[in-house]
């Protein structure tokens, strides 16, 4: 029971503060009158009656002017703790602050009072107040003793906005229990690399992953490493990243999948780009929208796997609001000789319409009749590239071409039909 906590960290004060105080200033006594109403204060709180806690509080607090400075700082201490309990932030703070105002109290109340300030205020938001209470407890701690200060400074300099002061407190800290060969705190790690990232130390930042991956292992840390080693440059290490952390299973969201296609499509590796887009489509981690078809459709073209890519410009087509990807199909198809399929793929590009270059269509379809030795139909359309300017030069070179095989076709077929009659 929270307390019941308070209770015995006051207790442990009353015992303590006699001896601590000696060691460092003259400190007056608790009297037992005073120490009585306090303890009374703290076993109704412990059995829930909070009110009648604080009333006994106020019942001492009416006898201030009588009391000697230790047992106003007591006083003070358990209100704050009552207030405390009670969740009543502001107040504990209050009470706290006019523990440390006392005069004459013993050592290791202040320090604790300071210290508790600190991480009060920094709970509230008082980031300032919060590294005044630590500058004031550093005074009074030997130099051995301060490491445990060092974190809370660091995040109130951090929420200050002070990243270069921020930097040397929670690296000490972290080096303090490196030296151990102890692992660092997950947070402590955390603050370090918030602060090199608002330092824009990118090679820093890239550091301190390393060690949470080594440490923590989370899929978060693998992907941002990963990240940062794309910002540096290092596309090698940032590849390696991302497909051992796919392998682990670590890569679920739609963004990290992507993300490793867009890398492997980036260093040459279009077959696993393909890959990983077809299973991210298939299970869907990502949206069957327009863009990722795209993406996948790339990805198999250059891989070169001709029905994975027609596949991928066909769905992409569907939610595509021009002929743009069945015209890409239609090239795709005739480079790998399927003209029948060029031509169907062709002619819906153009029937859709919306397309940059409607006269490469017109060459596809009369290569693609051509290559079936349909003659007219192939001049017919070279002779409708020609109309478009951008098409308007190979177009005339294929119909000398296609005019050319007519031509021979055609005396060909003479002369066959010139055998068969003298025979």
Partial sequence: MRYLLIGVAVLSIFMSSPTVGAER???????????????????????????????????????????????????????????????????????????????????????????????????????EQAIVFLTRWEQLTPADQQQKAWVLKAQALYQKGDYQAALPSISKAIDAVAAQQKIPEENWLVLQRAIYFELGQTAKVANVLEDMVRYYNKPEYWVQLASVYGQLGQENKQLAMLETAFQQGFLTKGQDLLNLAQTYFFNDLPYKAGQVMEKALTTKAVESNL??????????????????????????????????????RATLLLNAERNQEALVAAKAALDKGGLKQPGAMYLVIGMAELNLENFNAALQAFANAKSYEDAKQSASQWERYAKAEQEQQSRLQELRADMQSSS
């Avoid at 009543?88 to 300030?117: C, G, H, R, W």
């Avoid at 790339?298 to 069945?326: C, H, I, Y």
Wanted: aromatic residues 10%.
């Fill in 25 to 127: 200033k003259k400190t007056p006594a608790l009297r037992e009158q005073v120490y009585s109403q306090l303890a009374r204060a703290q076993q109704l709180a412990d059995d829930g009656d909070v009110k009648a806690g604080l009333d006994v509080l106020a019942n001492v607090e009416g006898k201030l002017s009588s009391m000697n400075s230790y047992e106003r700082a007591m006083l003070w201490n358990f209100y704050a703790y009552m207030f405390y309990g009670q969740d009543n932030i502001a107040k504990a703070i209050e009470y706290f602050a006019k523990v440390v105002d006392e005069e004459a109290i013993p050592e290791a109340l202040e320090q604790n009072t300071l210290f508790s300030l600190a991480q009060l205020s920094l709970g509230q938001g008082e980031f």
């Fill in 291 to 328: 863009r990722n078809y795209k993406l996948l459709a790339q990805a198999w073209v250059a891989a070169r796997e001709t029905d994975k890519a027609n596949l991928a410009l066909q769905q992409a087509s569907a939610l595509s609001n021009d002929g743009e990807f069945d015209a890409q």
